[in-house]
T-cell receptor, first 113, second 113 residues
Framework: GDSVTQMEGPVTLSEEAFLTINCTYTATGYPSLFWYVQYPGEGLQLLLKATKADDKGSNKGFEATYRKETTSFHLEKGSVQVSDSAVYFCALSFGLGSEKLVFGKGMKLTVNP | DVKVTQSSRYLVKRTGEKVFLECVQDMDHENMFWYRQDPGLGLRLIYFSYDVKMKEKGDIPEGYSVSREKKERFSLILESASTNQTSMYLC????????????FGPGTRLTVL
């Protein structure tokens, strides 16, 4: 079945460090790919997405590129802030309508000042 | 702004009690979802609904049921709560459409004693 594998952490970084969170997927076909973020005490919210190969999603200084050849969607940020401390989830979905999102297990990031 | 609200942030119940978790969304979304979130296990889908009075089992439906009598409201029911149902419960809604954004509520932390 379809699945998402991501770094699980937890990861602790210092402010202004470079961040990469790896995400790879297994799917029959070409899904849409997402990164969701969960800040402490909150539900998840969409961070960015990409719907086809070579698309780059970006938001709040984060970027991820849909790589069909490596079935990956790695999340990067050049300089993290304390406010980026959260849990990050990679996810995929297909098609239209009511299809389910398939989530990775999430990775907790803590950024220290 | 899309809003997904959950009836309680924290809930404490006793083993054997019947528990209702309510979720309301205000954006006329067709699809609604219930997840539970546990450390090391990520998000697991319990049930989802793609229309009023329609429901589909997710990955872990055992011990749970759902009700969707109105489009905006999706209820999760624990018929006889057990200690292994202590968890964070997240509700979400999403419109139809490829790569549509899924919106999450803030979560209900349920403790079963």
């Amino acid at each position: 079945g379809d699945s998402v594998t991501q770094m699980e952490g937890p990861v602790t970084l210092s402010e202004e460090a470079f961040l990469t969170i790896n995400c790879t997927y297994t799917a029959t076909g070409y899904p849409s790919l997402f990164w969701y973020v969960q800040y402490p005490g909150e539900g998840l919210q969409l961070l960015l997405k990409a719907t086809k190969a070579d698309d780059k999603g970006s938001n709040k200084g984060f970027e991820a590129t849909y790589r069909k050849e490596t079935t990956s969607f790695h999340l990067e940020k050049g300089s993290v802030q304390v406010s980026d401390s959260a849990v990050y989830f990679c996810a995929l979905s297909f098609g239209l309508g009511s299809e389910k999102l398939v989530f990775g297990k999430g990775m907790k990031l803590t950024v220290n000042p | 702004d899309v809003k997904v609200t959950q009836s309680s942030r924290y809930l404490v119940k006793r083993t054997g009690e019947k528990v209702f978790l309510e979720c309301v969304q205000d954006m006329d979304h067709e699809n609604m979802f219930w997840y539970r979130q546990d450390p090391g296990l990520g998000l697991r889908l319990i049930y989802f609904s793609y229309d009023v009075k329609m429901k589909e089992k997710g990955d872990i439906p055992e011990g749970y049921s759902v009700s969707r009598e109105k489009k905006e409201r999706f209820s999760l029911i624990l018929e006889s709560a057990s200690t292994n149902q202590t968890s964070m419960y997240l509700c979400a809604s999403r419109p139809d459409g490829r790569a549509a954004t899924q919106y999450f509520g803030p979560g209900t932390r349920l403790t079963v004693l």
